[in-house]
């Protein structure tokens, strides 16, 4: 499998790229972004490790490149801790982060787990009410009327559909969607709910996805 590491500091990409070699992958390094967006470009990659504080191109503006481009999983990499730089990242498309400084065996354990982890399978497309979801070629559409989805809001609405008429925690679709240990101080479900909401449930009726009070979400149909 080939790898592409986005990293500024040199002593890190040698030794993460030296690391993920022996470990059986393949692994272009690029020391900033501009490098970073060239082999985007000219190559596809089943993974990407990404900094944020990158020369020339920024972590952010790079992943929003990687996104329009498709589907990519996006490993994080950087000193940056604040719980507002890892919201937005994941909100962005990323998905997973790891913070410096870090283990060896984690990243690799994250690098591996996000390489294995594949699409939902347990259904080609749902529909609720007049809501269809077509899981394959990743379409969603509200009485008609196709809805353009970023990658974690159709990830979102996807888990939601897949176990229709559950609630779901904010623990569980943290973990589900973004791969995230849940911090209870952080609001990202409820920004990530309301956006989707915003875009497939509050131009339309009826309302198809429910917020059970201190408990979570669930995306079901009202009877007839």
Do not use: C
């Amino acid at each position: 499998m080939r790898l592409l590491l986005v990293e500024d500091e040199a002593k890190t990409a040698d030794f993460l790229a030296k690391g993920l070699g022996e470990s059986g992958f393949a692994v272009d390094v690029a020391l900033n972004g501009l490098d970073g967006r060239y082999f985007v470009e000219q190559q596809e990659y089943d993974l990407i490790i990404l900094d944020v504080m990158l020369p020339g191109l920024n972590g952010w503006q790079l992943l929003q490149l990687i996104r329009q481009r498709g589907a990519t999983p996006v490993l994080f990499l950087t000193a940056k801790d604040a719980i507002e730089d890892r919201v937005r990242g994941l909100e962005l498309g990323a998905d997973d982060y790891l913070l410096k400084p870090f283990a060896f065996a984690e990243l690799l354990a994250r690098v591996r787990t996000l390489l294995r982890r594949g699409p939902l399978r347990e259904a080609e497309s749902y529909t609720i009410a007049d809501l269809e979801i077509d899981v394959l070629r990743r379409r969603v559409s509200r009485g008609g009327q196709r809805i353009s989805l970023t990658n974690k809001e159709f990830a979102l609405l996807h888990l939601l559909a897949s176990r229709q008429g559950e609630v779901l925690s904010r623990t569980l679709i943290a973990s589900q969607v973004w791969n995230l240990n849940f911090d209870s101080d952080t609001n990202m479900v409820e920004v990530a709910v309301r956006r989707l909401r915003s875009k497939v449930d509050d131009p339309y009726m009826p309302k198809l996805i429910h917020t059970v009070r201190g408990v979570g979400y669930q995306l079901e149909a009202p009877d007839e």
